[in-house]
Each structure stands twice: as C-alpha cells, then as structure tokens.
C-alpha cells in the first residue's frame, strides 16, 4: 500500500475518534449479575472439563488394578455359560 494512503487513513482513524461524545448509557445491575453468572458458569464448565481430563487416567488406573485378569476371567466364562441357557415358562 502507499505510504500517503495508510496516513490519511490513520489521520481520518484519529479524527473519528477525537470527536465521539460519550454514550451516556446506563446498564443497572441486573444486566452486571447476569453478566457475571454466566461468566462464572463458563469458567466452572472449563474447570470441570479440565478436572474430568486429568482424573479420568487415574481412575482408569485405578479401575484395572482392583479388576485383575485372573479374577475377571472366571467371571467372563460364568456369564458367556449363562448366556447359552435359555429358559421356558
């Protein structure tokens, strides 16, 4: 781009916002609070999704030591029998 052109677009950028007047607007509280309600439950939904990424590999762990494969085995074979068998009122 010119060099003249991006200074009279800066000077016309300057001279825009040399001549705003203030807005004079009002927000009460209600608009603030809910404001920040919803700001909270963003940032609580963030901190439980990050919790849940960081727990979820211990608990895994956790899972696999209390369930041996020795143990579950036995456990697998009864169900699969189970499922053979058919009953008849």
Known sequence: MNRTLLSAAGLGLAASLAWTSPALAYIGPGAGL???GALWGVVAAVAAALLFLLIWPLR???KRRRTSPAAAA???NLEAK???KTYYD
Do not use: E, K, Y
């Open 34 to 36: 809910s404001l920040l």
């Open 60 to 62: 895994r762990l956790m």
């Open 82 to 84: 189970s499922a053979d």
């Open 74 to 76: 036995p456990q697998r």
